[in-house]
């Protein structure tokens, strides 16, 4: 193949530019704040998990202590009719009497330990609402360091696609300016050999793969026309010669 001197090194600028994009794309894959936001939302999970779980509490001791308090006031209920009909006279039956008085006993023994039926749940509940409480400021705490993490993320993002769109119409215009099959046999060799499909000749070594060339191979070069597409014999990618190749 043959490209004129002059569409070789644009190859080389190309080149750059083709590395430079793949710099930003490494650069917005590995922001930092990707683990950041990854690590905090896994915390944000399971405070929710126990945000969850303490509010359940919650609700689950109030429906009880709403049962105890229910349960409470008919035994008050009753033992306050049983008084009534205590203090009222109207059974005179000593038997009777001494059921009913022994019922009066029975409920306030009932109600004194329905009472304390209530006070326990009333703690637990207290107990439970404090932790919803406070478990509702942490994860409000890191909803906000996510909110800033992701803030940061998408500054960077909006930079580094303003760059990439940059170097994209760069590379446009110059790759426009590249024969056509040059850019194919370019583009080809880029996606075998790792994003490099062009490197420089410097001093006699191959910027590509790094490796010197042999002598024979720098022997044929030199023979070589000026716009004849060498290639490299160890990676097998454009080789552009300067005036710094060292031929």
């Given amino acids: 193949m043959n490209a004129a001197p002059a569409d070789q090194i644009r190859l080389l600028d190309v080149q750059a530019l ?5 710099q930003l794309a490494h650069k917005r894959k590995s922001l930092p704040e990707h683990a950041e936001i990854e690590s905090l939302n896994r915390d944000l999970a399971q405070l929710r998990d126990l945000l969850v779980a303490a509010q359940t509490e919650e609700s689950d001791c109030a429906r009880e202590q709403t049962k105890a308090e229910q349960d409470v006031d008919q035994v008050r209920k009753r033992a306050v009719r049983d008084q009534q ?3 009222s006279g109207a059974i005179t039956s000593p038997k009777d009497l001494s059921n009913l008085q022994h019922e009066i006993v029975s409920l306030a023994k009932r109600q004194g330990d329905l009472e304390d039926v209530v006070l326990e749940v009333m703690e637990r509940r207290e107990s439970a609402q404090e932790r919803v409480t406070e478990l509702t400021r942490r994860v409000a705490s890191v909803q906000a360091k996510v909110d800033d ?3 940061r993320r998408d500054a960077a993002f909006e930079e580094i696609d303003g760059e990439v ?3 994209t119409k760069d590379r446009e215009v110059i790759a426009a ?3 056509a099959d040059l850019m194919k046999l370019y583009d080809k060799l880029r996606g075998q050999q790792g994003g490099i499909g062009a490197a420089k000749l410097y001093q006699r070594t191959c910027q590509g793969c790094r490796q010197e060339l042999a002598i024979t191979e720098l022997s044929e070069i030199r023979a070589a026309a000026p716009d004849t597409v060498v290639r490299c014999e160890n990676c097998g990618r454009i080789l552009v010669r300067t005036a710094e190749s060292g031929l």
């Fill in 18 to 22: 083709d590395v430079r994009l793949q």
């Fill in 85 to 87: 009909r205590l203090d």
């Fill in 149 to 151: 993490a992701t803030a």
């Fill in 165 to 167: 769109a940059s170097v």
């Fill in 177 to 179: 300016a590249v024969p």
